[in-house]
Nanobody
Framework: EVQLVESGGGLVQAGGSLRLSCVPS????????IGWFRQAPGKEREGVSC????????YYSDSSKGRFTISRDNAKNTVYLQMNSLKPEDTAVYYC???????????????????????WGKGILVTVSS
């Protein structure tokens, strides 16, 4: 059974930091690109960031670039999203998701879309207070 279990969410003040973690199981982790989406109340789901299976290619949305850093540890089967300088508009449910990384095309602006993913986590809430 495939699972992606997110942790690290919670309530933080604006300007603060959080680190999200995602631990997948049930598939060969180092064959998949993996990363994060988010959905804020009343807004469409947004691709936030991803990292390729070989940990070389990364993608960041305009809203996350410069403040968030994604990393993966293939030995620990874990992906992290370090979120700094958080803003109230970062408040959302954050979802871990993954896609089989054929030819390292899985992590890119035009492929990191919700409907294209192979597996999704249940999501974790991040709330940033002003």
């Amino acid at each position: 059974e495939v699972q992606l279990v997110e942790s690290g969410g919670g309530l933080v003040q604006a300007g603060g930091s959080l680190r999200l973690s995602c631990v997948p199981s049930g598939f060969i982790f180092d064959e998949y690109a993996i990363g994060w989406f988010r959905q804020a109340p009343g807004k469409e789901r947004e691709g936030v960031s991803c990292v390729s299976s070989n940990n070389i290619i990364t993608y960041y949305s305009d809203s996350s670039k410069g403040r968030f850093t994604i990393s993966r540890d293939n030995a620990k089967n874990t992906v992290y999203l370090q979120m700094n300088s958080l803003k109230p508009e970062d408040t959302a449910v954050y979802y871990c998701a993954t896609i089989r990384d054929y030819s390292l095309f899985g992590c890119a602006a035009d492929t990191w879309v919700w409907d294209g993913m192979d597996y999704w986590g249940k999501g974790i809430l991040v709330t940033v207070s002003s």
